[in-house]
C-alpha cells in the first residue's frame, strides 16, 4: 500500500487513520470520526442506508486519549456499535426474507409483526460481554489448561507462552477455516472484501468509483483481522514477561496463578496492539513494518474474498454517507449484473 495521501482524500492523517468499517449481511458499515453508515443491498437491488451521528468516547472524554488505555476502550465500543449495526442488516435481511415468502405463499396468514425498535445499547453490551467471555474462554484460558497437562513446561516463562500461543493461533485459524465454508459467511467475506478496497482508494485520493475500487488490494494492515493476530502474537512475550515477574516474586507458578494474571490483563495486551497497528499503518512501505503486519494480512485471506460490483457500490455508499456526502443517486439505482469472474470469486 501507497503512503496515505492526505491533500488528495481531503483530510489530515488522522482523520484519515480514523476511517474503518466491517462487513455485515448483505452490507457494508463505515465509520468516520462525526457519523457510522450502514449500507445494505435489498432482495429488491436497493440499497438500504442507515445513518448515525457518531462522536466516540476519545472525542466526549479527551482524558480517555491515553496511550494502550485507548485501544482497550476503543476495542469494547467498536464491538458494540458493530453489534448494532449487524442487527439492523439482520432485520433488513429479514424483512426481504419474509416479503418473498409471502409472495410465493400468497394464503398463508401472515404473522403478527412484532415492533421493530432495533437492538438497545444495553443489550448490545450484554451481547459483547457474553461474546468476549467466551472468546476468552475459548482462545485465552483453554490454550493455557492445554498448555499446562499435555506439556511439562509450566515453569519455564517462554516456552509455555510460545506453546501456548502456537495452541491459540491454530484454534483461531481453525475457527476461521470452518465458518469459511458456510456460504452466508463466504458472502459477509466478499463484503469483508469490499470494505477494504474502498477504504483503500479513499486513502489514496481516488474518485469512488466501481472501477478504481475494483483495482484496490483487498489486505488492508488496519483490519480487525489483523488486530487479532497481533493481540496472539503480543501475548506472546507479553505474558511471557508476566509469568517471569510472578515467579521472581513468588517462587511459584501454576495454572490457577496463570489465569487469575493473564486474564484482567488482555485489555493492556488489546491496548498495546491497538498502538502497534496504528504506528504500522504510519509507515506501512517500510521493510520491518512490512514484516510485522505479513501474519495479519496473510490471514485476510480466509476472511476476504474478491467482491462484485454491486458489493462495491454497498462499500461505496457507506463510506460516502459516513463521510456526510449526498449519496441519494447511489440509493436510486439497480444493483449491476454480476460478471463471471466475480461469480467465480
Not at 424483512?95 to 409471502?102: K, S
Request: hydrophobic share 50%.
Amino acid at each position: 500500500m501507497s503512503r496515505l495521501n492526505k491533500s488528495a482524500s481531503g483530510g489530515s492523517e488522522e482523520q484519515i487513520l480514523a476511517i474503518g468499517g466491517q462487513a455485515v449481511i448483505e452490507g457494508v458499515m463505515m465509520r468516520s470520526p462525526e457519523r457510522l453508515a450502514t449500507a445494505v443491498r435489498r432482495a429488491s437491488g436497493q440499497i438500504e442506508l442507515k445513518i448515525q451521528e457518531y462522536r466516540s468516547l476519545f472525542q466526549r472524554h479527551r482524558w480517555l486519549n491515553i496511550p494502550v488505555i485507548r485501544g482497550a476502550i476503543t476495542l469494547f465500543e467498536v464491538m458494540i456499535l458493530g453489534i448494532k449495526h449487524l442487527n439492523f442488516s439482520a432485520d433488513v435481511a429479514m424483512r426481504d426474507a419474509e416479503a418473498q415468502e409471502q409472495a410465493s405463499n400468497p394464503g398463508k396468514k401472515r404473522a403478527k409483526k412484532k415492533k421493530e425498535a432495533g437492538l438497545s445499547t444495553f443489550s448490545a453490551v450484554v451481547s459483547v460481554s457474553i461474546a468476549l467471555v467466551v472468546g476468552l474462554a475459548l482462545f485465552f484460558a483453554f490454550p493455557l489448561f492445554a498448555a499446562t497437562h499435555l506439556f511439562s513446561i509450566e515453569r519455564e516463562a517462554l516456552a509455555f507462552n510460545l506453546v501456548a500461543g502456537t495452541i491459540r493461533i491454530a484454534l483461531f485459524l481453525g475457527y476461521l477455516m470452518l465458518i469459511s465454508l458456510m456460504k452466508d459467511i463466504r458472502r459477509l467475506f466478499q463484503y469483508h472484501g469490499a470494505e477494504h478496497k474502498t477504504i483503500f482508494a479513499f486513502e489514496k485520493g481516488l474518485e469512488l468509483t466501481v472501477a478504481n475500487v475494483r483495482r484496490q488490494p483487498r489486505l488492508h494492515p488496519r483490519c480487525g483481522t489483523s488486530f487479532l493476530v497481533m493481540v496472539m502474537l503480543v501475548s506472546l512475550l507479553f505474558f511471557a514477561l508476566v509469568d517471569t515477574a510472578v515467579m521472581a516474586a513468588t517462587g511459584k507458578i501454576s495454572l490457577l496463578i496463570r489465569l487469575s494474571t493473564h486474564l484482567p490483563l488482555v485489555p493492556i495486551v488489546a491496548g498495546l496492539s491497538y498502538e502497534a497497528i496504528k504506528a504500522s499503518a504510519r509507515r506501512p512501505d517500510h521493510p520491518l513494518v512490512r514484516i510485522f503486519i505479513a501474519p495479519g494480512l496473510a490471514l485476510q485471506r480466509i476472511t476476504t474474498s474478491e467482491p462484485d460490483d454491486s458489493m462495491i457500490e454497498v462499500a461505496i455508499v457507506a463510506l460516502k454517507a459516513a463521510r456526510g456526502e449526498d449519496v441519494s443517486a447511489w440509493l436510486k439505482k439497480e444493483a449491476p449484473p454480476v460478471t463471471e469472474a466475480a461469480a467465480a470469486s
